[in-house]
């Protein structure tokens, strides 16, 4: 059965950094496209970052909102997705999860439907 575990929220301080993690399990890294997404109160999910790797390769993407300030990578070892996030500020506060599928190319979005399997969600709270 694939299954994705997000980890690593928490309380931070405006200016502070948290790294979050999203185990996979049920499949490898390669050929899948991993996305970040987060949903604050009475929010939209949306996407906040999406990464795809094949022989080797890795495309990211990231919403305007984080780009500079997050920053998506992989261990394919520990078949584990991280989302290193710095410079974190109020309205980065949401409950965070990754979503997972396959595909035949390097590509991804940060469309929410189109992903078709989905971890639990951490809680990120900025806050002073």
């Known amino acids: 059965?694939?299954?994705?575990?997000?980890?690593?929220g928490g309380l931070v301080q405006p200016g502070g950094s948290l790294r979050l993690?999203?185990?996979?399990?049920?499949?490898?890294?390669?050929?899948?496209?991993?996305g970040w997404f987060r949903q604050a109160p009475g929010k939209e999910r949306e996407g906040v970052s999406c990464a795809h790797s094949s022989g080797?390769?890795?495309n990211t993407n990231y919403a305007d909102s984080v780009?500079?300030?997050?920053t998506i990578s992989r261990?394919?070892?520990?078949?584990?997705?991280?989302?290193?996030?710095?410079?974190?500020?109020?309205?980065?506060?949401?409950?965070?999860?990754?979503a997972a599928r396959g595909t035949s190319n390097r590509f991804c979005t940060s469309d929410v439907s189109w992903y078709d399997t989905w971890g639990q969600g951490t809680q990120v709270t900025v806050s002073s």
């Not at 993690?21 to 390669?30: E, N, Y």
């Not at 261990?75 to 990754?98: F, I, R």
């Open 1 to 8: 059965q694939l299954q994705l575990v997000e980890s690593g």
């Open 21 to 34: 993690s999203c185990a996979v399990s049920g499949f490898r890294l390669d050929y899948y496209a991993i």
């Open 56 to 58: 080797g390769v890795t």
């Open 75 to 98: 261990d394919n070892a520990k078949n584990t997705v991280y989302l290193q996030m710095n410079s974190l500020k109020p309205e980065d506060t949401a409950v965070y999860y990754c």
């Open 67 to 70: 780009k500079g300030r997050f």
